[in-house]
């Protein structure tokens, strides 16, 4: 039996010693490196804490002592020996691991957001309902530098200040990256200590000098202990968190188990609120993933163990096509600039940044702080591109609304991963952000079916300059070019089936690439029933609903929507409320996602799981037509 299947549970790692926990450890990057070669998902970030979980939980006793992993995509280990090291060939599969931290897998995982930032409040809030209660329980929470810049963290230690006697230990996981390595005076704060790693030793030394030189006298003793602290805060951002009130402990080797141990038995033992700075090399023990220039192996598709080399197939996607375009577009006009929060090469924003590097502004993980920022870049003459993925625009949606759309700031949203993302669970979709565009005034939204779309729709959104606009598109690769038929007041007409053009019959009207199944159900329906009339019809411009879909839809006897956002406050039910005040009578079949976390799977899988694909929208709407009966 290997080391880590003896694991069941993590007191079976108190009994081991320095030699076996360091074989432990190398056989865990192994699994790790097996299990995402094979299924894709978090490299980089999990081998740089393998040591330090170990740690963790010999120090603390989970799941009675609360272990909290900030955004969550770094505890693989902390799965592995939490009982669930069997399973790990199916991490990210359907019914398989998931890839976060998931509270139906075990008691171990308390919180399953994968959102960045978070886990200090939580950690916060979870010491102080100990306290209330009784309860001797000590908290901890495990958050990344990148994570760290994000203002929630900021509000939760000030907070996690004021609780003296709170047992909670904040561990900085601190491998000064986040994909790139982290933006801000934060991290370079940090980086100081880190590049620093001799000044312990260097302090010891004055330390042992002081004493030695003891003609010096007591004044100079004192002169000389205040420059040592100076120089360490100085150095370390220990008078950073102290100021605040909180006791720091580092910078600690986080390679180093022994010494992460004491620093964890130090912390555990004060019994107020700690922060224990570990040093971590993200990608730690897999050459390719340290060498990785771009992201240190963040997160992949699968890929040859052996060589690193991606096993994905070459495709051109959504994210490159906006990268390229956008590239050209800062070059025709010098007033588009662009935001990313942390996500340079995922959005695809380093074309852009490799041209016009002072253009392109990486604010950290701080979706908030990159939304006003783009409104005050409006106001100051630009035109802002905020780049992120749909999921992340939750976090800034205050800001949009009335710190960019109060202010008909000309903001262009660019969402990358809208719609069903899969793999990466629940908190990935971006299923969200036409329900909240749709309440936005003055917000108008573009989602581009295909990549020509894609190029036309960004040119149209960025000559916009009275208020924001917002391009939706997926993950993954960009579909084939569909050439429409026939445009109709700016709406692309994809297919005519059926008796020639004519009132009556079906329209179905498509968002983005969902137009394109759209299409591919309006042929299955012909095939069946070639006497019904169906056209089919892609907007381009989705929010709010162009008059043009009101008026085709006035002329048929059956509208059809097909989206892959959610259904509440989605685009289906955008155009029945403008059939509704435009009082149009046509009945309406909106398919979209339910109002339900879905749980992680492959996207086609997941489609077909809520009844999003061509054949089940085909199905759909034939039985419809079949309960309407023949029409006069
Ligand atoms: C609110 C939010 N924005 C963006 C992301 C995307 N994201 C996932 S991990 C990551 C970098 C995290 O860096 P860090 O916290 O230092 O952890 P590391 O991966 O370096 O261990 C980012 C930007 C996110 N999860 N949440």
New binding site residues.
Partial sequence: MSLLDAIAEPADLRDLDDDTLADLAAEIRERIVAAVACNSG?L??NL??VELTLALHRVFDSPRDRILF??G??AYVHKMVTGRAGGFDRLRQEGGLSGYPSRAESDHDTIEN????TSLSYADGLAKAYALRGEDRHVVAV??????T?GMAWEALNQIATGADRPLVVVV???G???AP?AGGLALRLASARTNPGYERMLATVKTRLHQVKVLGPPTYEALHAVKRGLKDAIAPQGLFEDLGIKYVGPVDGHDRPALERALEHAKRFGGPVIVHAV?E?GHGYERAVADQTDQM??VAPFDPDTGESLAAPTTTWTQVFGDEIAVLAAERDDIVAVT???LH?TGLHAFADKFPDRVYDVG?A?QHAVTSAAGLALGGLHPVVA??ST?LS?GFDQLLLDVALHDCAVTFVLDRAGVTGDDGPSHNGMWDLSMLGIVPGMRVAAPRDGARLRELLREAVAVDDGPTAVRFPKGPVLPDLEPVDTLDGCDVLVRTGPAAQDGGVLIVGVGPMAQIAAEAARKIADEQPTTPVTVVDPRWVLPVPPAVVDLARRHDLVVTVEDNGRAGGFGSAVSHALADAEVGTPIQVHALPQRFLDHAKRPALLQRVGLNSDMIASAVRDRLQQRGPQP
């Fill in positions: 978090h980089g970030p740089g804490v900030d955004t995509h770094q994968s959102h960045a930032s958050i990344g530098d990148g994570a760290l994000g996981n601190d491998n990256r986040s994909y982290t971590t993200k963040h997160q929060a942390a996500m995922p993980i979706e992120v993925y992340f976090r």
